[in-house]
């Protein structure tokens, strides 16, 4: 059973760190980024261009996250922020637009077959007991909740993260006190990709690299936004986290719902909890 | 220190701002009188670069700032305070205020949320509070002390006393007019409530459908007899 949940919570932070990626862009920009999880499935394959040429896994992840950050910016500012004077819209249809732009390029310059990907650490598993844990997977459940504690770091101890999430409150409060937005968006974007890098990394060992392993990580990532009430940071986190131990739990016992499990969970969640379970309660005096 | 020459202002097709003129000359605080759509939102808007103007030119400090982006606008120091207040519900008080000072460093901004607590006191108390948990008085004096944070130069105050107590308001007029006479801030305001707006400013200016009709110390528009009849509610209040 310990090892039932220690996997799901492996599964779960890769979930939440697609999740977190997903609503920071949401609630800041009011965009719903389609392109989360092909960002970090092609980003991954950057790094696959380094390993292969012999560097060691590991050491790839911070240059897959600085790509990352490079191409959030580039995104930003060569599209969204150009796409945003003409229509709403038209912002989230490009990251539509994107997901199937980054696919095609990968399929073409890398192929369509599935590489293997080695794990980011070596080494046997580790037994305490007669639990056996992955090092892999030990290492996703860190690395993530290292990167949440350096994401609350940023978006509750600095000016620019502050900012960020007053955008999140109240864009033309903001606005009108001459925070400058786009800045504060380009931001974001960039950090939400650096963050679809690291969720990519953490995924190809599991699975295996091609251009679609990322889909159903997205999907799931949506789901886990959407249970902790899609724009709550938080919630997203341990929104990713549950659904990735009770995925797993159910897989395990009643294997025949497995895949349908995400989906009739958010369901009923939101029959009890309209807004998600960190929906927002808001405490506003009128 | 602010000039405004032949100011249009359009929304779309619509033309709502039909070539206004305001100079403060010696003035420190200058109210805008007018009935609801006169355009009054419209102008603050556009001074702080919310909107851009379809002609005309504003000068701040001789600098033309009509093409410039909100955020540089106010870090010239040019602080628009909202209708509605706009304070950020779920952020802290703190937090509320230190956004206020955006474009100013940590130092500064520790000093200037000492002389904005000095003047809200009651504000020192709620500082690790969430800004939607104020009562509206509260709120309004966070909404005026971040924008305080910002060390303004001139001040755009849009509506301060909406859905206030009586004394509530009177406390805040007092500190708008400290913050004129004492810390030398220029205050253009625009408030629903003629008779005390004109009690504390020194000229003021009135507009009907997007046009200046009548601008004179307040003192005289006081005794206006069409300004009495429409913004004052008649000569026995």
Sequence with gaps: ?286 | MLKIEDLHVAYGPVEVLHGINIDFHESRIVTVLGSNGAGKSTLLKTISGILKPKMGVILFEGVSINALDPSKIASLGVVHIPEGRHIFPNLTVKENLLLGGYFRNTKENKETLDFVLKLFPILKDRLEQKGGTLSGGEQQMLAIGRGLMGKPKLLLLDEPSLGLAPKVTSEIFKVIRHLAQEEGVLVLLVEQNARKALDIADEGYVLVLGRCVLNGNSKELKENEEVKKLYLGGKNV
């Design chain 1, 1 to 286: 059973m310990f090892s039932l949940i220690f996997r799901g919570l492996a599964t779960g932070s890769i979930y939440s760190l697609t999740a977190v990626g997903i609503v920071l862009i949401l609630s800041t920009t009011n965009v719903m980024n389609f392109a989360q999880g092909d960002a970090g499935m092609f980003l991954t394959y950057i790094a696959f261009i380094f390993i292969v040429r012999g560097l060691n896994p590991a050491l790839a992840l911070p240059i897959v996250i600085l790509v990352g950050l490079i191409l959030g910016f580039v995104v930003d500012r060569g599209l969204m922020s150009k796409a945003k004077k003409s229509s709403h819209l038209g912002m989230v249809m490009i990251t539509l637009a994107l997901t199937m732009i980054l696919e095609g390029l990968a399929a073409t310059l890398f192929g369509n077959i599935p590489l293997l990907f080695p794990p980011l650490i070596q080494g046997d598993p580790i037994k305490i007991g007669s639990v056996i844990l992955d090092r892999q997977d030990f290492l996703s459940i860190t690395a993530a909740l290292l990167i949440f504690a350096v994401l609350f770091v940023i978006l509750y101890r600095t000016k620019i993260g502050i900012a960020a999430r007053s955008i999140a409150e109240d864009e033309y409060g903001a606005k009108i006190l001459g925070i400058p937005l786009n800045k504060i968006n380009t931001f974001i974007w960039a950090i939400s990709f650096g963050l679809a890098g690291i969720a990519g990394m953490m995924t190809a060992p599991r699975l295996s690299l091609e251009p679609t392993f990322m889909i159903v990580i997205q999907l799931k990532a949506f789901i886990a936004a959407v249970l902790g009430g899609m724009g709550s940071v938080m919630g997203a986190i341990f929104g990713g986290l549950i659904l990735g131990v009770l995925e797993n739990i159910i897989a395990y016992y009643i294997p025949s719902i497995k895949d349908s499990f995400s989906l009739i969970l958010v369901v009923t969640v939101l029959l009890f909890f309209p807004s998600g379970i960190f929906g927002k309660r808001e405490v506003r005096r009128a």
